[in-house]
């Protein structure tokens, strides 16, 4: 096949992103790709047969995308805010945030949290990371600054907070109610199988939920998140990069020899570099070294919903609760009693969860036919480590669906199996995928969706935190330093220390 300049190993989000910058600075570069397309977890699926629905069925929000990256490859990509930041059921109530509504949102914690406090600590905590997402997202598209000097920008008391001490500790300190505590520390779970009161991994987790794109939202990508790949493989394939599908990666060498097998045998490419956009198990293995693989945690359930259920509290119109993070028993309590049982090898009795309907923002990922009858809703569970599912399964599967549809229910008028839109076969439409189900239908090792633990960003050597320990390879992944989510910035900063920019 003759010699590239760069050879990228594996199609995902990032490699696409670090062979469209590459491509367009004139070198010439090769994805290889195992899968019939490209896109890796950010892809869009008709999941149950015969239903019209493109689901996100594996990464479903985008925030950590640099509009930069968007601007310098000239993405064709339409993301929308969402007006309703989260709704929170407690008991006969619930707490609302509004984005477009302040006053209401202020009325919905004095009801919740009893009185002024808790709102007023609120606005000074989400004051905080703002201004630590303003200063900090620019530095994830530059070389690595050193601590202190991170430490400088974002301020002594956000170092303290978010940094230097357990998040648990900080949101215990500021915060008074159980439920709003819990609200704010589900976005250091995510993904995540940590204590919040002892562990550093859930402030990193924390962290990169609250400073994507220097605002912290999450936006729904319209047309799914198929289409942020689509998206990118266009701005690769027009730069120049040749893309080839259904090429599984047997063996990387040191010197950028790439091997491969593709359904007419077996092949070899040499490149200039290699960047890796594979979580490092999998480069480990190609590499022929000792493997060691990290622990996923988390439930994905995929739904299609005949209709919204109904709220414990009526003056609450369900488009506006499912419209923005809709939180499932994740009180800080609750996060903590299902912590621990996880930890002892149990499945949560109560498993914590949040979901959120795509379609209420974005209808176009539904056919014509069931637009107006029909939502999707997508839900995430926390403390669902891998090490629950080894042993069988497809009972445990089971039972954790079953558990987190009873968690779901508890805090619904009507159980939400009642809404579920059936398949032309009478199925319900409802998908469950597990660590191990990840590690088997998409090779994350260990069901990890960010590939390996999220790193801080930054470090006391410098670089663009893509290096190895083999000069001509390098990461470019989600397992990249800073590279976590569907960002790009591992792909975008790979390229930029070949380009020596």
């Known amino acids: 096949m003759g010699a590239y300049d760069v050879i990228v190993a594996g199609g995902g989000h990032n490699g696409l992103v670090a062979a469209a910058y590459l491509a367009r600075a004139g070198r010439r570069v090769l994805v290889l790709e195992r899968y019939g397309h490209v896109g890796g977890l950010a892809i869009s699926t008709r999941a149950f047969p015969g239903v019209d629905v493109r689901l996100s069925r ?3 929000l985008v925030s950590l995308l640099p509009r930069e990256i968007v601007r310098d490859l000239g993405l064709d990509l339409e993301l929308r805010g969402r007006r309703y930041a989260s709704y929170t059921p407690k008991s006969g109530t619930g707490l609302l945030v509004d984005n477009d509504d302040p006053a209401r949102t202020a009325a919905s914690f004095r009801e919740v949290a009893g009185g002024e406090s808790d709102h007023e600590a609120w606005q000074a905590f989400y ?3 703002a201004r630590v997402a303003r200063v900090l997202a620019p530095t994830l598209l530059e070389p690595l600054r050193a601590p202190a000097e991170i430490e400088r920008l974002v301020g002594a008391e956000a170092w303290r907070d978010l940094f230097a001490r357990p998040i648990g500790e900080s949101v215990d300190e500021r915060f008074a109610d159980d439920t709003v505590r819990g609200v704010v520390l589900t976005d250091a779970l ?9 562990d550093l991994s859930a402030n990193r987790c924390f962290l990169y939920h609250v400073i994507g794109d220097g605002t912290g939202d999450w936006n729904v990508p319209v047309g799914g998140m198929g289409a942020v790949s689509q998206a990118l493989e266009t701005a690769a394939r027009r730069a120049g990069a040749e893309i080839m599908t259904g090429a599984e990666i047997t063996g990387i060498s ?8 593709t359904e007419d045998g077996e092949h070899t490419v040499n490149g200039g570099h290699v960047l890796v956009n594979l979580p490092p198990a999998v480069l480990d293995r190609l590499m022929g070294r000792p493997a060691t693989a990290p622990e996923g945690a988390q439930l994905k359930v995929n739904m299609v919903l005949s209709r919204l259920p109904r709220l414990k509290d009526p003056r609450v119109d369900p488009r506006a609760a499912f419209s923005g993070t809709f939180h499932i028993n994740e009180g800080r309590e609750q996060l903590a009693r299902a912590y621990a049982q996880a930890a002892r090898g149990e499945i949560p009795e109560l498993p914590p969860a949040e979901v959120y309907c795509h379609s209420l923002t974005d ?3 539904l056919g014509p036919e069931l637009r107006g009858r029909a939502e999707t809703m997508t839900l995430f569970g926390l403390h669902m480590p891998a090490r629950l599912f080894r042993e069988n399964p497809d009972q445990a599967r089971k039972q954790a669906l079953e558990a987190t549809f009873a968690s779901v229910n508890a805090v619904l008028a009507e159980p939400l199996e009642d809404c579920l839109l059936k398949a032309p076969d ?3 439409c409802v998908e469950a995928k597990t660590p191990v189900d990840l590690e088997q239908d998409a090779g994350l090792p260990g069901g990890h969706i960010f590939h390996t633990d999220l790193s801080w960003p930054y470090a006391e050597e410098g670089g663009w935190g893509v ?5 001509r390879v390098l990461m470019c992944g989600a397992s990249a330093r800073r590279g976590g989510g569907v960002s790009g910035i591992g792909g975008h900063n790979a390229a ?5 920019r």
């Open 363 to 365: 209808p176009s990922i």
């Open 426 to 428: 009478g199925s319900p």
């Open 127 to 129: 004051g905080m990371t």
């Open 58 to 60: 594996y990464s479903y």
């Open 190 to 198: 995510i993904g995540t199988f940590a204590d919040t009161a002892t």
């Open 254 to 261: 040191p010197t950028g020899e790439v091997t491969f097998v």
């Open 496 to 500: 930029m220390a070949l380009l020596g």
């Open 467 to 471: 290096a190895t320990e083999h000069e």
